[in-house]
């Protein structure tokens, strides 16, 4: 079976959904996928190019006057035996995190004292908004009126509460170094 990048892989999957056209597709992205897994609009329409070359979708055509055509993309068996082949398989290698602040604070002693007390408090402002983010998100999971029979939510929770320990565990993380910086460099 032929392999395909992890971005053909995600589209597979969001067209489980039910969304149907890139549009649908890319604010699907944007409000889930986003905050673990990137893909720019950019790549979603040639992707979806590929999975309708490959047989792995269908696209159906409709026309409204004085609308462009509507594009949408349907899963053929073929889509969704390739998706599964995929989700079965072991992960290859360990997510590895390239990380602006780790990079910065490496370096740290070539900026001031206040600059790096600056950079954490920031960081850690900014990971206390995204923690608040995931709480939305979960919550609006939860009270969704089809959350019991939806066969998706219990998964998307899942991910969703990687990314909430992760990011507190990264606040954690802000509040150890700013103490340890702070007595450091108090004593």
Known sequence: MKNYNDTTYAILGILTTNCRSGYSIK???DQ???HFWKISY??????LKLIVQEELAEV???SSTGKPDKHEYYLTEKGIETLKNWLEKPIEQLPVER???LLKL???????????ISLLENYKEKLEN???TYVSI???IINYPDNDTDPDSMYWLFTLDYGKRTTRASIEWCEFTLEKFLNKEDS
């Open 27 to 29: 604010q699907f992205i």
């Open 32 to 34: 889930s996928l986003n």
């Open 42 to 47: 950019g790549q979603i329409y040639p992707t």
């Open 60 to 62: 159906h055509t409709s």
């Open 99 to 101: 990380n602006e602040i």
């Open 106 to 116: 490496f370096f740290g002693r070539f900026q001031s004292r206040e600059k790096t």
């Open 130 to 132: 995204r923690y608040q």
């Open 138 to 140: 979960e919550q609006a």
